[in-house]
């Protein structure tokens, strides 16, 4: 699917898509992080049949669910993605980990393992695009991306191997 971009000086950027049923979808991001949905039923319309408004912690919270982060209706092999062999895995940090207690930032999981974390689930709650000051707590289960080989000494190290 190809998407367009435009820049709203003032205000933010715009995207603009077109899905497989030819309807229309524009996502107008604001500079102050609220975003808003446009949906069109069909690709040439001018009016939208309905309208989104999202702050920016809502929003971030729809793209992980969007991303897969939190259910995966598929098996895991099927998730792997095809660049590069990037999977998405969750990993439950475990007390004698590593990793507790600590922030992200703190952790340096990116460079130690060439990592990403992308949420955290912990309990009911769910943190989409965590910030790095994000503490990672014994529980705690981390969503993240990267190869195959930094994900395993990630995984160790969340079950408290290293």
């Known amino acids: 699917m190809q998407y367009k971009t435009s820049d709203l000086p003032g205000i933010g950027k715009r995207y603009s898509l077109e899905t497989s049923h ?91 393992t060439g990592v990403t974390v992308i949420g955290i689930k912990r309990g009911e709650d769910f943190i989409g695009s965590p910030d790095v000051d994000e503490t990672i707590l014994p529980g705690d289960v981390l969503i993240v991306i990267g190869k195959r080989e930094p994900v395993k000494a990630l995984e160790a190290m969340c079950r408290g191997n290293v």
């Open 22 to 112: 030819r309807q229309k979808i524009v996502i107008i991001t604001h500079q102050h992080g609220q975003r808003e949905i446009y949906h069109f039923k069909n690709a040439d319309d001018d009016d939208p049949d309905f309208i989104i408004e999202l702050n920016d912690e809502e929003a971030r919270q729809i793209g992980a669910i969007l991303l897969g982060v939190d259910y995966q209706p598929v098996p895991d092999e099927k998730m792997e993605l095809m660049i590069n062999s990037i999977k998405v895995h969750w990993f439950a940090v475990k007390e004698e980990s590593c990793l507790a207690n600590l922030s992200i930032a703190q952790a340096q999981i990116r460079k130690r």
